[in-house]
């Protein structure tokens, strides 16, 4: 059996001629991630994508086109971005839009993958939900808090959808993986082979060699071993890429765990079959006692204004750290002064060239002060008027506060743009990252099937 991963993202493009050659390969479906929590929070939190329109509707446009007159089934995970309702939504839309320009017809299912807090709270409470990972147990005050949650799915609402005739789906938050174990499991294929193969492609062209962006990737599930190549001639599938992303996004080097158990790579064999094609053998799939599935939920912290600047003083560069937090107490009184509390903000310095990227984690020594920084300051306030406010001062507190050794009689930061601060819009942050036991795989999501003409 035969299966194609698109692109890792949808939105994030792929070669007309990868695509092509995929389908001509005879492949049994077609399936493509769409979201992804890396970005952060926010996406979830607005329910609004982290690709253009324009981007995601030409992938779209072009799987639905190529699936359709194929006759073979189109799976979109984690649509919109986050999966969350109003991104999937906004998937089908333009599904939609595309099936009537292109007049396509087809079986449609889309599945939502937002509980509710009804169903959180009542899991809470009968003890289902566990964190995952060094945060806090879930309670009711948590799921108050929250503003946007989903739970991501794992094969089963793809496989129902698929029982119902779906043709193409687009589903909510999903196992990047379950995208494409779903259709050969229900053909009886070999768990364990059919999970590590979904994991393998779920990134479309981030195993193959030369890498130049995202492309198609083929998929071959065989008896004992499935085999991975690239859609496109000219690019090679090579053992050291696929089986570094067996690690890939993944604490265990041997185990992935997933809704209803773990695939065990620790006796998978990577062979080089020729000069574009890896195959692997050995994986195995262990079934879990308990069926579970990730939450991942967000609440609102405020509202952020950023501005960023450059410094080239070399007076000013080694004490910069220093010269900040007094500017930081210069700027807080000078708030309180027109009745913004600093209970309401807080306010964060990046300082790229000291430090930035890892902070206090910084393990390389200390080198010679350099010719020049960069400075992100980063206020997040109860309001949008406050965030704005608190900047201005900030600013104004770094550019025209003296420090030791001072000899410039103008502005201490260099700003490349005007104006120089930026309203970003509201904040989020993760508020719930937890597991939860299910009665049912089908039992947080909804399935609605709509016939496309």
């Known amino acids: 059996m035969r299966i194609m991963a698109a692109s890792g993202i949808m939105g994030y493009g792929f070669s007309e001629e990868a695509f092509r050659r995929g389908l001509d390969l005879g492949v049994e479906m077609v399936g493509c991630d769409a979201g992804s929590m890396d970005p952060g929070p926010y996406n979830l939190g607005t329910a609004t994508p982290f690709v253009s329109a324009q981007a995601a509707r030409r992938d779209l446009a072009l799987m639905?086109?190529?699936?359709?007159?194929?006759?073979?089934?189109?799976?979109?995970?984690?649509?919109?971005?986050?999966?969350?309702?109003?991104?999937?939504?906004?998937?089908?839309?333009?599904?939609?839009?595309?099936?009537?320009?292109?007049?396509?017809?087809?079986?449609?299912?889309?599945?939502?993958?937002?509980?509710?807090?009804?169903?959180?709270?009542?899991?809470?409470?009968?003890?289902?939900?566990?964190?995952?990972?060094?945060?806090?147990?879930?309670?009711?005050?948590?799921?108050?808090?929250?503003?946007?949650?989903?739970?991501?799915?794992?094969?089963?609402?793809?496989?129902?959808a698929l029982d119902d005739g779906a043709e193409v789906i687009i589903a909510g938050r999903c196992s990047d993986a379950a995208i494409y174990a779903a259709l050969p499991l229900m053909k009886g294929h070999d768990a364990g082979l059919a999970w590590h193969l979904g994991k393998i492609i779920e990134c479309g062209a981030q195993v193959v060699e030369p890498r130049s962006g995202q492309d198609s990737i083929v998929g071959f599930l065989g008896d004992g071993y499935f085999e991975v190549e690239p859609g496109h001639p000219d690019k090679r599938c090579t053992r050291t890429r696929v089986a570094a992303h067996t690690l890939y996004e993944n604490p265990s080097p041997s185990e992935l765990k997933g809704p209803s158990g773990v695939l065990d790579s620790a006796n998978a064999e990577f062979e080089q079959i020729n000069e574009r094609t890896v195959r692997v053998s050995g994986s195995r799939f262990r079934p879990a006692d308990v069926y579970t599935v990730k939450l991942e939920g967000v609440?609102?912290?405020?509202?952020?204004?950023?501005?960023?600047?450059?410094v080239r003083d070399p007076i000013l560069i080694p004490q910069f750290q220093e010269f900040t937090e007094a500017c930081r107490e210069r700027a807080t009184n000078d708030l309180c002064a027109i009745g913004i509390d600093p209970d309401c903000f807080t306010l964060n310095f990046r300082i790229y060239g000291q430090h930035a990227v890892m902070g206090s984690r910084e393990s390389a020594p200390d080198m010679a002060p350099p010719n020049e920084l960069c400075v992100v300051a980063d206020v997040i306030a109860d309001t949008e008027e406050n965030s704005r406010a608190v900047l201005a001062k900030v600013r104004y507190s770094l550019l025209h506060t003296d420090f030791p050794g001072r000899l410039c009689i103008s502005g201490n930061l260099a700003f490349p743009f005007s104006p120089s601060d930026v309203s970003v819009g509201e904040v989020f942050d993760f508020n719930i990252w937890h597991t939860v036991e299910l009665d049912d795989p089908l039992e947080p999501f909804t399935i609605s099937i709509e016939d496309v003409t």
């Open 299 to 310: 609440q609102r912290m405020g509202f952020r204004s950023v501005f960023v600047a450059g």
């Open 64 to 160: 639905l086109k190529g699936a359709v007159h194929n006759k073979v089934p189109l799976i979109i995970g984690s649509a919109g971005g986050g999966g969350a309702d109003p991104q999937f939504a906004w998937t089908r839309d333009m599904a939609l839009e595309i099936a009537h320009e292109k007049d396509l017809s087809f079986r449609l299912a889309t599945i939502g993958a937002e509980p509710t807090k009804a169903f959180l709270k009542a899991k809470t409470a009968a003890g289902k939900t566990a964190p995952l990972g060094p945060i806090a147990d879930l309670t009711d005050e948590t799921i108050d808090a929250n503003a946007r949650c989903v739970a991501m799915m794992g094969v089963e609402p793809l496989q129902a």
